[in-house]
């Protein structure tokens, strides 16, 4: 917990809290290399909720072909990403939603499963 602490402390957030990465601040390919090896501690240590912001800022760098700037951090990234989801789906997921519309409010729970 103390290496994930740590990187946690070294990343920056942004898209209001929604995205979380890794920054050399010398270019996109490591930027992408660093925040894959940050959803990789972050998911092998168990912080999925802020694992899952690192996801969501890698994917929002993804080429329309599926990769990113290069072999290596796509490798790195797509390697990183399969990861997280593996950890997610091997936690479960439930999750609450209201609903509103013109006739009124109603909810429900949706429940992750096979």
């Known amino acids: 917990d103390?290496?994930?602490?740590?990187?946690?402390?070294?990343?920056?957030?942004?898209?209001?809290?929604a995205h979380r990465s890794w920054s050399a601040r010398s270019s996109q390919t490591?930027?992408?290399?660093?925040?894959?090896?940050?959803?990789?501690?972050?998911?092998r240590t168990g912080h999925l909720s802020?694992?899952?912001?690192?996801a969501r800022w890698?994917?929002?760098?993804?080429?329309?072909?599926?990769?990113f700037s290069s072999t290596q951090d796509t490798v790195l990234a797509l390697g990183a990403l399969a990861a997280y989801a593996a950890a997610v789906e091997a936690r479960g997921r439930d999750l609450s939603v209201a609903l509103t519309g013109a006739g009124g409010l109603s909810g429900g729970d949706l429940r992750g499963g096979d």
């Open 50 to 54: 802020e694992a899952s912001h690192a």
């Open 30 to 43: 490591q930027d992408i290399e660093l925040t894959g090896y940050g959803l990789l501690l972050l998911t």
């Open 2 to 17: 103390a290496a994930a602490t740590a990187a946690l402390e070294m990343s920056s957030v942004s898209g209001g809290g």
């Open 58 to 67: 890698l994917l929002h760098r993804r080429k329309a072909s599926g990769g």
